[in-house]
């Protein structure tokens, strides 16, 4: 987990955004525990209630659920409704993003379907930005 | 987490003010610190941050205004008192001690001292227990007293300066022990600072005094978002912060960074113009630079 001090995204956020990652790739599986708030908190140097907020976050999902006095616990199914809001969320995050920025650079609709088709089948999992 | 729920657990800070011969270093001040807190006391050299903290742990006298602890007044107070520890810049434990004497001894005034902590965290930052505090190094210093501090179970524990002199890794290490004797056994702690940056995170309420009162009080996670700055073409910027509350202005040749404060609209920004948080820190500057922070002492 590697979170940003500089980012303007609060940090409770980045918190529950990197464990739902880690749901997602599968880092934490299901029903495994995640790393308590005193071990993310001193891990960190962030205050407990920070990190509570993000959990409580993932809770209100049901991605985590609580194991009375262990701790908290990957739900099940959380990987694939991490995938699903992900999915719903793709529009908005990236189309709608990459069409404002071709606007600014003045690409034309075909250069910008012949951009995605040259890469398509490809190395699409590729992390370039 | 074990939350406190006894609503007395507070210090009360009412209408304080405190003069060192013609200057006044603290005017009229009232605050309140909660249970199970960690609070930032941020503020210039000389603000009256120290004066503050001496004055809670009845170091000083107030000229006028009351301090309580949990409903009672701190003034010579023995049992008020003992609801606080206060590590303070200078050294208050008898130079020909050895550090396991002072822990001890700490251990006599509070019994709840962890002292299994105590011997780990000495491990951990490699402080020998046998060596005489007189003999201790400016850094080592301020390790043994941190020590003491994060192994006390008083329910405010008030830091000033409480890295001072540390190297980096240090510094690292008191404040991951810092999280983790708090997430065991919740507290208030009261850190003065001029590391603003590195305890930002930590901290869920930060206190601004300057010139000897209080400029800000405000939860972290506010103050965060009480600013940003834009930066970019000078024209442009221009254009776009004509009407709102600027607290500062870079300028580069035809570049220009502005400071604004206010919640940020990323829609009404131009695309053109590059957004950035504005930090703890940076505030802070902005705020006190202004009128500048004046000698109190």
């Known amino acids: ?129 | 987490m074990v939350i406190r729920s006894n609503n007395d657990y507070k210090i009360k800070v009412q209408d304080i003010s405190k003069s060192f011969g013609n200057v006044q270093a603290l005017k009229n001040i009232s605050l309140t610190f909660e249970p199970d807190h960690i609070y930032g006391l941020l503020g210039r050299n000389g603000a009256g941050k120290t004066t503050l903290l001496n004055l809670i742990s009845n170091r000083l006298y107030a000229d006028s205004g009351t301090i309580s602890v949990n409903g009672e007044s701190v003034i010579d107070n023995d049992k008020a008192l003992s609801k606080l520890y206060y590590m303070s810049e200078k050294n208050c434990y008898p130079e020909s001690m050895t550090v396991d004497q002072a822990f001890k001894w700490a251990a006599n005034f509070y019994p709840g001292f962890d002292r299994l902590r105590a011997k780990e965290l000495c491990a951990k930052f490699e402080l020998n227990g046998k060596k005489k505090i007189k003999q201790l190094s400016t850094g080592y210093n301020s390790i043994f007293k941190g020590i003491i501090a994060l192994c006390v179970d008083a329910d405010f524990i008030l830091l000033d300066e409480p890295v001072l002199g540390l190297d980096a890794n240090h510094r690292q290490l008191f404040y991951k022990s810092l999280m983790e004797t708090y997430s065991d056994n919740p507290r208030t702690f009261i850190i003065s600072t001029h590391l603003i940056e590195e305890i930002t995170s930590m901290l869920e309420t930060v206190m601004i005094i300057h010139r000897g009162e209080i400029l800000k009080i405000d939860s972290t996670e506010n103050l965060l978002k009480a600013g940003y700055s834009v930066s970019g073409k000078a024209d442009t910027v221009e254009r776009y912060i004509s009407g709102k509350q600027i607290i500062g202005v870079d300028v580069l040749g035809g570049l220009k960074s502005a400071y604004v404060l206010g919640e940020l609209d990323r829609a009404q920004v131009p695309p053109e113009l590059d957004i950035n948080r504005m930090d703890l820190q940076k505030l802070f500057i902005r705020m006190t630079e202004n009128n500048q922070g004046g000698e109190a002492k």
């Open chain 1, 1 to 129: 987990m590697q979170l940003d001090f500089q980012s303007d995204k609060p940090i409770f956020l980045q918190i529950s955004e990197q464990i739902e990652d880690a749901i997602f790739t599968g880092a934490f599986p299901e029903d495994s525990q995640i790393p308590s708030t005193t071990e993310l908190s001193a891990r960190f140097n962030i205050n407990p209630a920070t990190v509570l907020k993000g959990m409580n976050k993932l809770a209100d999902e049901g991605l985590i659920y609580k194991k009375r006095g262990l701790g908290m616990f990957v739900g099940r199914g959380a990987a694939q409704a991490v995938r699903e809001k992900r999915q719903q969320d793709f529009y908005q995050q990236y189309i709608v993003s990459l069409l404002t920025e071709a606007g600014k650079l003045g690409l034309s609709k075909q250069e910008l379907i012949a951009l995605i088709e040259r890469n398509y089948g490809g190395e699409t999992n590729g992390d370039q930005k």
